[in-house]
């Protein structure tokens, strides 16, 4: 008789579980199946091959020869699947790790404390990049980005908050008494050229500048502020390490702007990286709690 359905998949390993195991009650036991379930799956596949597969004997049951070369079939595709399947988990456990970081928040806070989690981790490669604004993961192979909120947000992304985005005016300790005097350069960044606007809005009598200098990020900003060639109205985070060495201050502290940075990751991250991608994440946020 000639076979007249392609056979299940299912069917085809009930029966493979049934042929090495020797028995239909123990096939039903590994598969979480009944008795009766694996029963009607090996008539099944034997009705769609059109050949008997299992016969009884005795009290129990006996593979036929053509029962016997599928089962062997069987176990060889299966064990070929399972090999791939640690192949590719191991490759994706092994592979670096790729933080994608906005540049100044790279530049001033992370890579100075990168040190501390290769020393907790030193089995993880992490690779770092820096980009801004939203990201295609596949496109920038990251695993994980860290960006200030201030895009939408893909229903794809998981995202974890990191801080919350304080603003304030910093400056070398030399330039304090011209700020308050309201006889200083502001320094801003192109990308927030309103930042200033926004900020003295908030509050009519706040130090208002005499001249105002653009440049291109917040690091190198940050830096010229911190080399007495103006005050920069920074992040809290970009002055952070220089507010405590005393290399800047902060006279009026620092105020909430609405935005936050977050760590943001993609759903279709590859298992086999997940407990390094918990690691770094895990790090982050207790870094940022020190922040």
Same mark, same amino acid.
């Given at each position: 008789?000639?076979?007249?359905?392609?056979?299940?998949?299912?069917?085809?390993?009930?029966?493979?579980?049934?042929?090495?195991?020797?028995?239909?009650?123990?096939?039903?036991?590994?598969?979480?199946?009944?008795?009766?379930?694996?029963?009607?799956?090996?008539?099944?596949?034997?009705?769609?091959?059109?050949?008997?597969?299992?016969?009884?004997?005795?009290?129990?049951?006996?593979?036929?020869?053509?029962?016997?070369?599928?089962?062997?079939?069987?176990?060889?595709?299966?064990?070929?699947?399972?090999?791939?399947?640690?192949?590719?988990?191991?490759?994706?456990?092994?592979?670096?790790?790729?933080?994608?970081?906005?540049?100044?928040?790279?530049?001033?806070?992370?890579?100075?404390?990168?040190?501390?989690?290769?020393?907790?981790?030193?089995?993880?490669?992490?690779?770092?990049?820096?980009?801004?604004?939203?990201?295609?993961?596949?496109?920038?192979?990251?695993?994980?980005?860290?960006?200030?909120?201030?895009?939408?947000?893909?229903?794809?992304?998981?995202?974890?908050? =990191? #801080?919350? /985005?304080?603003?304030?005016?910093?400056?070398?300790?030399? @330039?304090? *008494?011209?700020? &308050? +005097?309201? $006889?200083?350069?502001?320094?801003?960044?192109?990308?927030?050229?309103?930042?200033?606007?926004?900020?003295?809005?908030?509050?009519?009598?706040?130090?208002?500048?005499?001249?105002?200098?653009?440049?291109?990020?917040?690091? =190198? #900003?940050? /830096?010229?502020?911190?080399?007495?060639?103006?005050?920069? @109205?920074? *992040?809290?985070? &970009? +002055?952070? $390490?220089?507010?405590?060495?005393?290399?800047?201050?902060?006279?009026?502290?620092?105020?909430?702007?609405?935005?936050?940075?977050?760590?943001?990751?993609?759903?279709?991250?590859?298992?086999?990286?997940?407990?390094?991608?918990?690691?770094?994440?895990?790090?982050?946020?207790?870094?940022?709690?020190?922040?």
């Amino acid at each position: 008789m000639k076979p007249t359905r392609r056979p299940s998949l299912n069917d085809l390993r009930a029966f493979e579980a049934v042929a090495r195991l020797g028995s239909m009650r123990a096939a039903a036991d590994e598969l979480a199946l009944t008795h009766g379930a694996v029963s009607r799956r090996v008539a099944k596949l034997a009705d769609d091959l059109g050949l008997p597969l299992v016969e009884p004997a005795g009290r129990g049951l006996r593979v036929t020869a053509g029962g016997q070369l599928l089962a062997s079939t069987m176990q060889r595709a299966l064990a070929l699947i399972h090999d791939t399947i640690d192949t590719l988990q191991t490759r994706d456990a092994q592979r670096p790790l790729v933080l994608s970081c906005e540049r100044s928040v790279a530049m001033r806070w992370l890579i100075p404390r990168l040190s501390a989690f290769q020393d907790r981790h030193p089995e993880i490669e992490l690779h770092l990049s820096v980009g801004g604004g939203p990201l295609d993961f596949a496109r920038d192979q990251a695993t994980l980005a860290l960006r200030r909120l201030d895009f939408p947000v893909h229903p794809d992304w998981i995202i974890t908050p =990191l #801080m919350a /985005e304080n603003m304030g005016p910093v400056m070398a300790p030399s @330039l304090l *008494p011209a700020f &308050l +005097a309201g $006889d200083f350069v502001a320094l801003s960044s192109r990308t927030r050229p309103r930042a200033w606007d926004d900020w003295l809005a908030q509050a009519p009598g706040r130090p208002a500048p005499r001249a105002r200098r653009s440049l291109d990020h917040h690091f =190198l #900003m940050v /830096e010229a502020a911190a080399a007495g060639l103006g005050v920069a @109205l920074s *992040p809290r985070i &970009l +002055a952070l $390490d220089d507010l405590r060495s005393g290399r800047l201050v902060a006279p009026l502290d620092f105020a909430p702007d609405g935005s936050g940075y977050a760590l943001i990751e993609s759903r279709a991250t590859p298992a086999g990286a997940a407990p390094a991608l918990a690691a770094l994440k895990q790090w982050l946020v207790d870094a940022a709690a020190d922040a």
